[in-house]
């Protein structure tokens, strides 16, 4: 059998360890049914187990009370960036957007079908290499609520503090990139969303925890898969959902609890993320993409002097069992992408590998 890799992904992304093996197990034969978790029914004694435990591993996780239901939905985040106006934003109301990256982009794109989008601050003059500041964002009159992008997988950049929405208007977090990778006040939200497939499992389940009261009913007629009330009541199986990710979402909810919790995540991803920028902030070769107040604990985007030596890196970097280090095209250069179960040890090796490659093109760079 081949070594495993490290493996620098934006998502899908690298899996805990004993998720892994625990899910080859049950994919056999699960909790001695006899049948592997891909083949019960989502209606049966056996998901309905692991549907109740995943909804409560995620409620202790997240310290998440009864006044949010916590359910699952398909179509990606991408999906809730028009779920999100359908159910909450009336036609004559305005929802207000922190335009920080692509992701927020394509939020700000699918609320005018719904009611006025406001966008109440931005950093696309510098390509979003930071999070508008309180100074910076200009709320609209009376929104119906604030919508960011907690953590901008593309640009490196992440929140450290929600923003404090305006009276009467609700917060909404596409926490796609970092959820649950440090801990989270989940009282302030009317909505949180994320795709799972970089902190939560595998791809196609997107987890949402809503303001029971807030989703309960849509602001106009929807046809029935778009109302969040109808995914919620019926716990994420209003039609068949992706079993397999809600389980192993559950694997990941024990692993974190087991792990010591968000705060034990948050020790963790300080560490982790700080061996990369301790050693960018050392040095003068690599020339980060990310504000410093602004950088993201998860996704740390940098580049070489120039794009020949970005392609030069990859190539390096990849031989040495560095994988998924290309940043998005709309930034170039590298992103490492290192969530909650990437080991220390794989950013280790990125900064040796960083330090030779450096040394040895130093010359090229400067000539
Ligand atoms: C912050 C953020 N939002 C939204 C998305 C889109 O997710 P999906 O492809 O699951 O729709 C991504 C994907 O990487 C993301 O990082």
Redesign the pocket.
């Known amino acids: 059998m081949s070594e495993r890799i490290f493996n620098f992904s ?2 899908p992304a690298a899996l805990p360890e004993p998720v892994i093996r625990q899910a080859q197990k049950d994919l056999w034969d699960i909790d001695s049914s006899g049948i592997g978790i891909l083949e019960h029914s989502h209606r049966g004694k056996v998901f309905d187990k692991i549907t109740h435990e995943t909804e409560a591993d995620c409620r202790t996780v997240g310290g998440i009370s009864d006044e949010y239901s916590v359910f699952w939905m398909q179509g ?4 809730q960036c028009y779920f999100v106006p359908a159910n909450f934003l009336p036609s004559d109301r305005t929802a207000d957007y922190f335009e920080t990256g692509k ?1 927020a982009q394509d939020s700000i794109k699918d609320c005018p079908h719904y009611g006025a989008c406001h966008v109440c601050a931005s950093s696309r003059d510098t390509n979003f290499n930071a999070i508008p500041t309180p100074e910076q964002t200009n709320y609209s009159d009376n929104p119906v609520y604030v919508h960011f ?1 907690a ?3 593309i640009m490196g950049t992440e929140f450290h503090a929600e923003p404090t929405a305006p009276k009467g208007a609700f917060l909404v977090s ?1 926490m ?2 970092n959820i649950f990778s440090r801990p989270l006040d989940v009282s302030k939200y009317g909505l949180i969303y994320a ?1 799972a ?2 902190n939560l499992g595998p ?1 196609g389940t997107t987890l949402l925890i809503g303001r029971r009261d807030l989703i309960e009913n849509p602001v106009r007629d929807l046809p029935q898969m778009m109302k969040f009330s109808n995914h919620a009541k019926k716990e994420g199986r209003f039609n068949t959902p992706n079993t397999f990710g809600v389980y192993l979402m559950g694997q990941v909810f024990k692993w974190i609890l087991a792990e010591g919790g968000l705060k034990a995540m948050q020790e963790r991803n300080d560490e982790v993320a700080g061996v990369l920028y301790s050693f960018l902030d050392s040095q003068d070769f690599y020339i980060p993409h990310a504000q410093h107040a602004s950088r993201s604990n998860m996704n740390i985007t940098f580049k070489c002097p120039t794009p020949e030596l970005d392609k030069a890196f990859l190539v390096g970097a990849g031989s040495r069992g560095l994988d998924g280090l290309k940043g998005h095209r709309s930034i170039g250069g590298m992103r490492a992408s290192m969530y909650n179960a990437f080991p220390k040890a794989g950013a280790k090796a990125l900064v040796e590998f960083m330090k030779t490659f450096a040394h040895e093109h130093a010359a090229a760079a400067k000539a």
């Open positions: 934006a998502g990606g985040a991408t999906s992701w992008t953590n901008n997988t596409d796609s990139s795709g497939q970089k791809s």
